[in-house]
């Protein structure tokens, strides 16, 4: 199943960012992302650094972000591809653009 050029949530253009987006979004990727940071792991190990999220759930995300090219499968359980490394590392930009954006909210809100 292609992941761009078919409607996604919240679009009817399959737009690559759109599809993106949508994988996003989904319930416990971005935490399986983030918890894949540090290298390669296990299912039971990444399974209870996800707060023990249900295997079927974990099975789920993972096919949608193997599918997706960002994770894949090694010797030693899974990992970012260099994909989804490179995911990741964009995560640092919008990460200081959130905290501009938290210190203009609180401003705001005094």
Same mark, same amino acid.
């Given at each position: 199943?292609?992941?761009?050029?078919?409607?996604?949530?919240?679009?009817?253009?399959?737009?690559?960012?759109?599809?993106?987006?949508?994988?996003?979004?989904?319930?416990?990727?971005?935490?399986?992302?983030?918890?894949?940071?540090?290298?390669?792991?296990?299912?039971?190990?990444?399974?209870?650094?996800?707060?023990?999220?249900?295997?079927?759930?974990?099975?789920?995300?993972?096919?949608?972000?193997?599918?997706?090219?960002?994770?894949?499968?090694?010797?030693? $359980?899974?990992?970012?591809?260099?994909? $989804?490394?490179?995911? &990741?590392? &964009?995560?640092?930009? &919008?990460?200081?653009?959130?905290?501009?954006?938290?210190?203009?909210?609180?401003?705001?809100?005094?």
């Amino acid at each position: 199943m292609a992941l761009i050029d078919k409607p996604v949530r919240g679009s009817k253009t399959g737009k690559p960012i759109m599809a993106l987006l949508d994988l996003l979004g989904r319930r416990w990727v971005l935490r399986v992302i983030w918890e894949l940071r540090e290298g390669p792991m296990v299912f039971r190990e990444l399974q209870a650094r996800c707060d023990g999220m249900s295997p079927s759930v974990l099975n789920g995300r993972l096919a949608e972000l193997r599918e997706a090219l960002i994770v894949e499968t090694c010797d030693t $359980g899974y990992q970012l591809t260099k994909r $989804g490394g490179k995911l &990741l590392e &964009l995560f640092d930009p &919008l990460g200081d653009w959130v905290e501009s954006w938290a210190a203009a909210l609180r401003s705001a809100n005094k």
